[in-house]
C-alpha cells in the first residue's frame, strides 16, 4: 500500500514538473515591427529593451500554426499582416541562432498604432543622432515613396513628419518635420531649434556639437551659419560648390558642414560672405574671424 501510494505521488510529483517546465517553455512575448513578408512568415525587428534582443534583434518567425488576430482579438490571415505593423508574438522561447534568427510562432497579435504628437516628436528629437527607423514604426503613418521608403506621419496638432531612406540603414537619411505639407519649409529633427520652430519662428539651425556654431567651410574659410534666413534670393550664377560632407565637429574641408546631413546644398558669393541654401531658403554665413 505505502508502495502504491509512494509511485502515485511520484508520478503527481513528475507531472506537476513537466507542467512548470512547460509553461516555463512557453509564452515569450515581445513587441516588433514588421519588415518583411514572406510565404507564411515575416521579418520583424525587436522593439528596443525587449529580451529576445540578447540573441538577435530580427527574427524570421514561421506563421505556421500560429495563431493571428488583429488589434480587437479577431481572427486574421497571414497575409493581412502589413509592412511596419506593430505586432505581439508569443513563442515558445527557442531560437534558432541564425541571421536573422529564426523562431516559430505560437501566437500574433497587430496592434493599434498610435498618433503622432507634437509631444511625441519633442521625445524623439530628444534621441538627436541616436533616432533609428524603429523609432518610427510605433506611430500611425503612411508609406508614400517609390524605389526609396518614406514614411508621412501627419501630427494630431497639424502639421507633418517626413522621415525618408532605405530600410537595409539602420538610419533615415532624412527626419523632416513641416507645418503643413509645405516640403519646401522643413526642419531636420535631428539639428535644429524644435520649440523655436513649433514656435513659428522659421528654420533655425545649429550644430549637433554643444560648444561649435554651426559652419561651413569653403576654399579653405570657415564661414558661420545666420540664424534666419535672406530676405532676397541669390541668382544661381553665383554659385560655385556644393555641400559634400558633414560633421558633428568642426569643418576640416571644402563643402563640409556641421549643421546638415543633407549632401549636396548649393553654396554661393554674395556680399559679406557667402550664402548656402537649405530647406528652399537662403541662409547668409559670414567669415569667422
Known amino acids: 500500500m505505502k508502495r502504491t501510494i509512494c509511485i502515485a505521488a511520484a508520478l503527481v510529483f513528475t507531472l506537476l514538473i513537466a507542467a512548470a517546465c512547460g509553461k516555463q517553455k512557453e509564452g515569450v512575448t515581445f513587441t516588433a515591427a514588421v519588415e518583411e513578408r514572406g510565404e507564411n512568415s515575416i521579418l520583424v525587428l525587436a522593439e528596443e529593451g525587449a529580451g529576445v534582443r540578447r540573441s538577435s534583434d530580427r527574427f524570421w518567425v514561421s506563421l505556421a500554426g500560429a495563431r493571428v488576430v488583429d488589434e480587437e482579438g479577431k481572427a486574421?490571415?497571414?497575409?493581412?499582416?502589413?509592412?511596419?505593423?506593430?505586432?505581439?508574438i508569443t513563442f515558445d522561447g527557442s531560437i534558432a541562432e541564425s541571421s536573422p534568427a529564426q523562431i516559430t510562432a505560437q501566437r500574433v497579435a497587430r496592434l493599434a498604432k498610435e498618433s503622432l504628437t507634437r509631444e511625441r516628436?519633442?521625445?524623439?528629437?530628444?534621441?538627436?543622432?541616436?533616432?533609428?527607423?524603429?523609432?518610427?514604426?510605433p506611430y500611425q503613418g503612411d508609406d508614400v515613396g517609390s524605389g526609396?521608403?518614406?514614411?508621412?506621419?501627419?501630427?494630431a496638432e497639424g502639421g507633418t513628419l517626413w522621415v525618408g531612406g532605405t530600410p537595409a540603414e539602420e538610419k533615415p537619411w532624412y527626419i523632416r518635420l513641416c507645418r503643413g505639407e509645405n516640403l519646401e519649409n522643413y526642419m531636420e529633427l535631428r539639428?535644429?531649434?524644435?520649440?523655436?520652430?513649433?514656435?513659428g519662428e522659421g528654420i533655425l539651425l545649429r550644430a549637433r556639437a554643444e560648444?561649435?556654431?554651426?559652419?561651413?567651410?569653403?576654399?579653405?574659410?570657415?564661414?558661420?551659419?545666420?540664424?534666419?534666413?535672406?530676405?532676397?534670393?541669390?541668382?544661381?550664377?553665383?554659385?560655385?560648390?556644393?555641400?559634400?560632407?558633414?560633421?558633428?565637429g568642426w569643418p576640416g574641408q571644402d563643402g563640409e558642414t556641421n549643421f546638415s546631413r543633407e549632401l549636396d546644398l548649393p553654396y554661393a558669393r554674395v556680399e559679406g560672405g557667402i550664402a548656402v541654401r537649405y530647406g528652399n531658403e537662403w541662409y547668409l554665413c559670414k567669415p569667422e574671424k
Open 148 to 155: 526609396l521608403m518614406i514614411l508621412r506621419f501627419e501630427l
Open 76 to 88: 486574421l490571415k497571414a497575409g493581412d499582416l502589413r509592412l511596419y505593423d506593430r505586432v505581439e
Open 121 to 137: 516628436v519633442a521625445a524623439l528629437a530628444e534621441k538627436g543622432d541616436a533616432l533609428t527607423w524603429g523609432d518610427f514604426f
Open 191 to 199: 539639428e535644429a531649434d524644435l520649440e523655436k520652430y513649433l514656435a
Open 211 to 248: 560648444d561649435d556654431p554651426a559652419a561651413i567651410m569653403a576654399e579653405g574659410q570657415v564661414y558661420l551659419l545666420a540664424e534666419a534666413p535672406m530676405p532676397a534670393e541669390v541668382e544661381e550664377s553665383a554659385i560655385f560648390g556644393r555641400t559634400t560632407s558633414y560633421t558633428d
